[in-house]
């Protein structure tokens, strides 16, 4: 069904409600008076406005984002003025401040008087905008309060300028408070993954008739960013990761290894649709797989068939970690060892996100969770060979987002 621009609209101011609510429900719990975002994801989780400085130059402290404890008082959204100019006239929720960068801007037509005028800095320099922050913590009555903000992300310049600004303020980390808000998806986010994950299993579909004898990863690649792009909307392609053949490492330049009978072909790959991006991983063989490469899938499916069986509301991660592995070190890989077999998904550039199926993960599946269950092996002479599957927690027990077959399939 295709989505109008007015219902996706409706549906991205309905999650950000749902996210400021919640974010204000954690800052009472915590007794802190204001959530300060300035990372990529997390700048764009709270306002639903990507920053290009954020994304894509990766500018540390470029645009904020604010939500106070009161409910009473707007959220805020702080950007350079370059950047504010293409935001929309008006943010539900949200008063827009700016602060001037290195690029000007001219008004020949007068349609914003006065707005644009002062000294420039002579390059991206944080002080702007930091200054800008704290007038907005400020104006928001928190200059005396308890903040959480990503500190472990700033530079200690930025810290200190911070420190300096706003000397009877109280910091902690937000990531901690924002691990758990985003741990559990709204509507809107459940969807995108879910189109994000269909979008990767049509790509792979559209590349395995491109395998055959002598095909490269990087030729791989290539088709399978050609295939995601032409269905891909938002943001652009999140990751691909293939491998050909016995060497396994990951590379930004893709192999150029020929592909032969016996070598196993692994696809971790990953779409991205409106920030969200999926991360899925399947593996096929050209011809008959060796019987080392059999070995470890036959190992490895039963142990990702258990982790998708167990896996559901109220389980704890770490129970889930502990069955995966007991099984595939028993059906044939004893030696088998990872730190984790999976991890939450959503905003994170890096694509994994905590928390993490690991053995010390004290985290409890909830509803609303997405994750993803991963069961990969790399072995020398041998490969990569791997299974992942993105999964919904339901109240009565998962949703698997993927279709595409588990099966070690030889074309």
């Avoid at 001037?100 to 008087?113: C, K, N, R, T, Y």
């Avoid at 390059?123 to 913590?137: F, G, M, T």
């Avoid at 459940?190 to 990087?218: D, F, H, N, Q």
Wanted: proline share 7%; aromatic share 8%; net charge negative.
């Amino acid at each position: 069904m295709q989505i109008t621009d007015d219902k996706l609209q409706y549906t991205i101011d309905y999650h950000l409600q749902d996210v400021a609510r919640r974010a204000r429900e954690k800052l009472e719990k915590e007794q802190l008076d204001a959530l300060v975002a300035s990372s990529a994801e997390n700048f764009y989780y709270l306002t639903g406005q990507p920053s290009m400085f954020l994304y894509t130059f990766r500018m540390s402290e470029a645009a904020f984002a604010v939500v106070f404890r009161d409910p009473a008082k707007k959220s805020i959204l702080l950007m350079s003025e370059f950047e504010a100019s293409g935001l929309p006239d008006v943010i539900p929720g949200f008063d827009i401040r700016t602060y001037p960068q290195w690029i000007d801007l001219d008004d020949p037509f007068g349609l914003q008087p006065g707005r644009y005028l002062g000294e420039r800095p002579d390059a991206p320099r944080p002080e702007a905008a930091l200054v800008a922050l704290a007038e907005a913590l400020g104006s928001g009555g928190a200059a005396a309060g308890r903040i959480a903000a990503e500190l472990s992300g700033m530079k200690p310049s930025s810290r200190a300028k911070l420190a300096d600004s706003l000397p009877e303020a109280v910091w902690a980390e937000a990531q901690p408070l924002f691990t758990e808000l985003r741990s559990i998806k709204t509507g809107f986010e459940i969807e995108r993954l879910r189109e994000s994950c269909a979008i990767a299993e049509a790509a792979i579909g559209e590349v395995l008739p491109k395998i055959g004898p002598g095909v490269t990863a990087a030729e791989l690649a290539a088709a399978f960013h050609i295939a995601a792009y032409r269905r891909a909307i938002g943001f652009t392609e999140r990751f691909t990761t293939i491998s050909v053949g016995p060497d396994f490492a990951p590379a930004s330049l893709f192999r150029t290894h020929p592909a032969a009978p016996g070598d196993t072909i692994k696809f971790d790959v990953g779409v991205d649709v409106q920030g969200y991006g999926s991360d899925i991983a399947r593996t096929f063989t050209l011809g008959k797989p060796t019987d080392a490469a059999k070995r470890a899938y036959e190992a490895l499916r039963p142990g990702h068939d258990r982790m998708l069986e167990l896996a559901g509301p109220d389980v704890p991660m770490a129970d889930i970690f502990k069955a995966g592995m007991e099984v595939i070190r028993r059906s044939g890989l004893p030696n088998y060892n990872r730190g984790h077999l999976g991890h939450s998904i959503g905003l994170a550039l890096s694509t994994e996100e905590a928390p993490f199926v690991s053995g010390t993960e004290q985290t409890i599946l909830k509803p609303g969770m997405v994750i993803c269950l991963e069961t990969p092996y790399y072995g020398y002479g041998v490969g990569a060979v791997m299974i992942e599957d993105m999964v919904l927690i339901t109240d009565n027990g998962i949703e698997r987002l993927n279709s595409l077959s588990r099966d070690l399939i030889a074309l």
